[in-house]
């Protein structure tokens, strides 16, 4: 955790890698989570940071310098100013930004091509999510993550009732584009009817968007891919996500907690994002909490 | 009959949008000629993977005026994802006896660099694959393209009607890029090889995973345009285990026993693709890539090492590709 302070740049940001010097928006939201982030000024300097970073049409950009269209940071930048009273306008507008981004398949021209002529990847182009960047079609992670943003609005007014619409219908997309004996990956189950293999670290962040469907089959099968598939996992990204979803869904984690800080190099992990990961897997209560998943 | 002031201002009007709607058709959209005169490809015959690999890709290597004495020397592997049992990336043994030949030629330092397609944790990759352990060992740094500083490139041809992209500075910075894709049969277009392999410096963080940017705006065209901004100096192929049928992921093992190294990426590619059975001219970015970018045509290509065989029995294919085994 200190590690990851002393990565803090002076503009409050951290850069994707340990070598680089460029602010980027996943490494900060992630660091801002982390538990070592509330001493010393470093969670203020972050905040203020990312809300200087906001693009003027309400959504975040993946680095500071970036084109102003944004991107699927915008969840993650919307959770990491959740506790933050003078961010509320801005979380408004990202919230806003969301309810309107949605993926290329949403409209009637698209979903026509997806019925007829381009069915090589399985999937029902009437459960649409969030794509990575606009213009694109709907993914597993961002759809999952903006989930997570919009379960955290306290009500949906003030010109966000499109939003319980929206949740809805990204979940449904989760539930579609599940891998055949459950997972996810990028968001490709099935492609020229052979299928694809699952992902640990999209499975997880899946999971942690739908634990309000524990009961869901689809859900359960997952839980149990990535039970199975966690104590084999040697890379601290997709183990410390395991560890969250894992430990949403009420399953037990200490033996996976003891792996993660068993693994090598740990402390010098070049990717800030992996570090921020580690410390929110080894704080896993708060970590749910900030992500606003209930146990 | 006479022509009034009024009747030639319309014809010019309409003259002058038809041309304005056509010419762009018909206008080049690569932005500058690359092609060099003539190209120069090496097929080496090798079994297996094994740590003769080093001293054949040396010899290989020898056949071309290489001069990489002080510069840096990014090798961009083809590591797409892991699953078990699939030929899916370019072999490490491959790509650490590649480190190993330019640390001898002189580089002043050789790093590997690739931003996955498919999978986001790099490191997982890099694991299951067996690449950390090798570049752990062998002290070769590892830089993950999909999370590396960007900079805003303006794109040197049009094909995908972009203006620019966001870049890694690692393979902008680089003085030597080494495409070192895996040859393999890609269901979306038709093959993916050396040209193919640059969609791994394009930053998912940025554009995300898979890079479905690329594939909205056309992967032929893509690849052209990739292949035009981040010129590419060397390919070295990996076909000593091929993949045909639905690959990059889901294709079926084919050993080929051929590593296949080149100064020209569609040189390189033209020949990948014979190798594998097909007509390169069939290849969108290939056929299009022969116009400015390198030659595809074998009267360009000094072939050194092994003779050029086509296989007896093409690669297998996905049906909408079925048209590429027509020799």
């Given at each position: 955790?200190?590690?990851?302070?002393?990565?803090?740049?002076?503009?409050?940001?951290?850069?994707?890698?340990?070598?680089?010097?460029?602010?980027?928006?996943?490494?900060?939201?992630?660091?801002?989570?982390?538990?070592?982030?509330?001493?010393?000024?470093?969670?203020?300097?972050?905040?203020?940071?990312?809300?200087?970073?906001?693009?003027?049409?309400?959504?975040?950009?993946?680095?500071?310098?970036?084109?102003?269209?944004?991107?699927?940071?915008?969840?993650?930048?919307?959770?990491?100013?959740?506790?933050?009273?003078?961010?509320?306008?801005?979380?408004?507008?990202?919230?806003?930004?969301?309810?309107?981004?949605?993926?290329?398949?949403?409209?009637?021209?698209?979903?026509?091509?997806?019925?007829?002529?381009?069915?090589?990847?399985?999937?029902?182009?009437?459960?649409?999510?969030?794509?990575?960047?606009?213009?694109?079609?709907?993914w597993?992670?961002?759809?999952?993550?903006?989930?997570?943003?919009?379960?955290?609005?306290?009500?949906?007014?003030?010109?966000?009732?499109?939003?319980?619409?929206?949740?809805?219908?990204?979940i449904?997309?989760?539930?579609?584009?599940?891998?055949?004996?459950?997972?996810?990956?990028?968001g490709?189950?099935?492609?020229?009817?052979?299928?694809?293999?699952?992902?640990?670290?999209?499975?997880?962040?899946?999971?942690?968007?739908?634990?309000?469907?524990?009961?869901?089959?689809?859900?359960?099968?997952?839980?149990?891919?990535?039970?199975?598939?966690?104590?084999?996992?040697?890379?601290?990204?997709?183990?410390a996500?395991?560890?969250?979803?894992l430990?949403?869904?009420?399953?037990?984690?200490?033996?996976?907690?003891?792996?993660?800080?068993?693994?090598?190099?740990?402390?010098?992990?070049?990717?800030?994002?992996?570090?921020?990961?580690?410390?929110?897997?080894?704080?896993?209560?708060?970590?749910?909490?900030?992500?606003?998943?209930?146990? | 009959?006479?022509?009034?002031?009024?009747?030639?201002?319309?014809?010019?009007?309409?003259?002058?949008?038809?041309?304005?709607?056509?010419?762009?058709f018909?206008?080049?959209k690569?932005?500058?000629?690359?092609?060099?005169?003539?190209?120069?490809?090496?097929?080496?015959?090798?079994?297996?993977?094994?740590?003769?690999?080093?001293q054949?890709?040396?010899?290989?290597?020898?056949?071309?005026?290489?001069?990489?004495?002080?510069?840096?020397?990014?090798?961009?592997?083809?590591?797409?994802?892991y699953?078990?049992g699939?030929?899916?990336?370019?072999?490490?043994?491959?790509?650490?006896?590649?480190?190993?030949?330019?640390?001898?030629?002189g580089a002043?330092?050789?790093?590997?660099?690739?931003?996955?397609?498919?999978?986001?944790?790099?490191?997982?990759?890099?694991?299951?694959?067996?690449?950390?352990?090798?570049?752990?060992?062998?002290?070769?740094?590892?830089?993950?393209?999909?999370?590396?500083?960007?900079?805003?490139?303006?794109?040197?041809?049009?094909?995908?009607?972009?203006?620019?992209l966001?870049?890694?500075?690692?393979?902008?910075?680089?003085?030597?890029?080494?495409?070192?894709?895996?040859?393999?049969?890609?269901?979306?277009?038709?093959?993916?090889?050396?040209?193919?392999?640059?969609?791994?410096?394009?930053?998912?963080?940025?554009?995300?995973?898979?890079?479905?940017?690329?594939?909205?705006?056309?992967?032929?065209?893509?690849?052209?345009?990739?292949?035009?901004?981040?010129p590419?100096?060397?390919v070295?192929?990996?076909?000593?285990?091929?993949?045909?049928?639905?690959?990059?992921?889901?294709?079926?093992?084919?050993?080929?026993?051929k590593?296949?190294?080149?100064?020209?990426?569609?040189?390189?590619?033209?020949?990948?693709?014979?190798?594998?059975?097909?007509?390169?001219?069939?290849?969108?970015?290939?056929?299009?890539?022969?116009?400015?970018?390198?030659?595809?045509?074998?009267?360009?290509?000094?072939q050194?090492?092994?003779?050029?065989?086509?296989?007896?029995?093409?690669?297998?294919?996905?049906?909408?590709?079925?048209?590429?085994p027509?020799?």
């Amino acid at each position: 955790m200190a590690r990851l302070g002393r990565r803090q740049l002076p503009c409050g940001g951290w850069a994707a890698l340990r070598s680089c010097s460029q602010p980027a928006l996943e490494a900060t939201c992630f660091s801002a989570l982390a538990p070592g982030s509330q001493s010393g000024g470093v969670l203020e300097r972050a905040q203020d940071f990312i809300l200087h970073t906001q693009n003027p049409n309400g959504s975040w950009p993946v680095f500071a310098g970036d084109d102003p269209e944004g991107a699927w940071v915008t969840s993650l930048a919307v959770i990491a100013l959740r506790e933050l009273v003078p961010a509320i306008p801005a979380r408004s507008k990202g919230f806003h930004w969301l309810m309107n981004c949605a993926g290329k398949e949403s409209n009637w021209f698209w979903k026509w091509k997806f019925r007829t002529t381009d069915r090589h990847v399985r999937f029902d182009p009437d459960k649409f999510g969030w794509p990575w960047l606009p213009d694109t079609v709907s993914w597993v992670v961002p759809t999952a993550f903006a989930i997570l943003a919009l379960s955290q609005l306290p009500c949906s007014c003030g010109g966000l009732e499109g939003i319980p619409f929206r949740v809805e219908r990204g979940i449904e997309m989760l539930m579609d584009r599940v891998c055949p004996g459950g997972g996810w990956n990028a968001g490709n189950g099935v492609v020229y009817g052979s299928p694809l293999a699952p992902h640990p670290d999209d499975t997880a962040i899946a999971l942690l968007a739908l634990t309000d469907r524990r009961q869901e089959p689809v859900v359960q099968s997952s839980v149990r891919w990535l039970e199975r598939t966690a104590p084999t996992l040697t890379a601290p990204w997709s183990l410390a996500w395991a560890i969250l979803a894992l430990a949403a869904h009420c399953r037990p984690v200490d033996s996976l907690v003891t792996s993660l800080v068993a693994l090598p190099d740990l402390s010098n992990i070049e990717d800030t994002s992996t570090l921020a990961l580690v410390c929110l897997a080894l704080d896993h209560r708060r970590a749910l909490s900030a992500f606003g998943v209930t146990l | 009959m006479s022509l009034t002031r009024r009747d030639f201002l319309i014809g010019s009007g309409a003259l002058a949008a038809g041309a304005s709607v056509c010419v762009p058709f018909f206008l080049p959209k690569y932005h500058s000629v690359q092609r060099p005169k003539r190209s120069r490809v090496a097929i080496l015959h090798v079994e297996q993977y094994s740590q003769q690999i080093e001293q054949m890709l040396a010899s290989g290597l020898r056949l071309f005026p290489i001069n990489v004495l002080g510069k840096t020397v990014v090798l961009k592997p083809n590591l797409v994802d892991y699953i078990p049992g699939n030929a899916i990336n370019t072999h490490p043994l491959l790509v650490l006896a590649a480190a190993e030949s330019f640390r001898r030629l002189g580089a002043k330092s050789v790093l590997v660099a690739e931003g996955p397609g498919h999978q986001r944790d790099t490191q997982l990759v890099l694991s299951q694959s067996g690449y950390q352990q090798c570049l752990r060992d062998e002290r070769i740094r590892f830089v993950d393209l999909n999370r590396d500083e960007l900079i805003r490139t303006p794109l040197r041809a049009s094909y995908m009607g972009m203006k620019d992209l966001w870049l890694p500075s690692t393979v902008l910075e680089a003085n030597f890029l080494v495409s070192m894709p895996k040859i393999k049969a890609h269901h979306w277009s038709g093959v993916t090889l050396s040209m193919k392999n640059m969609f791994g410096v394009v930053p998912g963080a940025r554009y995300g995973w898979p890079k479905n940017i690329l594939h909205w705006k056309g992967i032929q065209e893509s690849v052209l345009d990739l292949c035009a901004t981040v010129p590419v100096h060397f390919v070295i192929a990996d076909g000593i285990v091929a993949m045909e049928g639905n690959g990059p992921l889901n294709g079926t093992p084919r050993p080929l026993g051929k590593i296949v190294l080149a100064d020209d990426p569609v040189a390189a590619d033209a020949t990948c693709t014979r190798l594998m059975g097909f007509r390169p001219d069939r290849i969108g970015h290939i056929r299009e890539g022969s116009r400015f970018l390198g030659n595809s045509a074998p009267a360009l290509i000094d072939q050194v090492g092994e003779a050029l065989t086509p296989p007896t029995t093409p690669f297998q294919v996905v049906p909408e590709f079925q048209s590429l085994p027509a020799l």
